[in-house]
C-alpha cells in the first residue's frame, strides 16, 4: 500500500535518543520498525525504580518506544525494560494489539494496520 507524497515516518525513541526514518511504503516502514524494536529488545534490560512510593518494574517501563506515521495510521511498539514488546495503535489514546496464539508483536502490528482496524483519533 504505497502513499505518494509525504510517505511514512518511522520514529525510534531509545532513552533521551530520538532517531526518524522515512519510508516509501507501508512494508518498508513496518520492516523498519520491526527492525528497530528487535535491536531495543536486544540492548541492556532496566532495573526497578523504586520512588519511595511506588516502585517500577521492568515490565512496567517502557524501555523503547518505535512509532510509525502515516495516512490515517499512528501506531506502533512499546519495548519494556524486560525485553518484551507490545503493539499499539492510535495517536491520542494508544489500544494494544492483542497477539494471536505465535504471533509477534510486529506480526501483531502487521495484522492490525493491513485489516483496517486503524482509524484517526478523534
Avoid at 64 to 75: D, I, T
Wanted: hydrophobic share 40%; charged share 30%; glycine share 12%.
Amino acid at each position: 500500500m504505497p502513499h505518494v507524497g509525504r510517505g511514512w515516518r518511522v520514529t525510534v525513541r531509545n532513552g533521551p535518543r530520538v532517531t526518524r526514518h522515512r519510508a516509501d511504503t507501508l512494508d518498508a516502514a513496518l520492516e523498519l520498525v520491526e527492525r528497530a524494536g528487535r535491536d531495543l529488545a536486544a540492548g541492556p534490560g532496566r532495573d526497578t525504580v523504586d520512588l519511595h512510593v511506588r516502585s517500577f518494574t521492568p515490565q512496567q517501563q517502557v524501555a523503547g518506544r518505535v512509532e510509525l506515521s502515516g495516512p490515517r495510521v499512528h501506531a506502533g511498539v512499546d519495548v519494556r525494560g524486560d525485553g518484551a514488546a507490545e503493539a499499539w495503535l492510535g495517536r491520542v489514546v494508544r489500544r494494544v494489539v492483542a497477539q494471536e496464539e505465535g504471533e509477534s508483536p510486529y506480526a501483531a502490528l502487521r495484522r492490525a494496520v493491513a485489516s483496517g482496524s486503524r482509524r484517526a483519533d478523534p
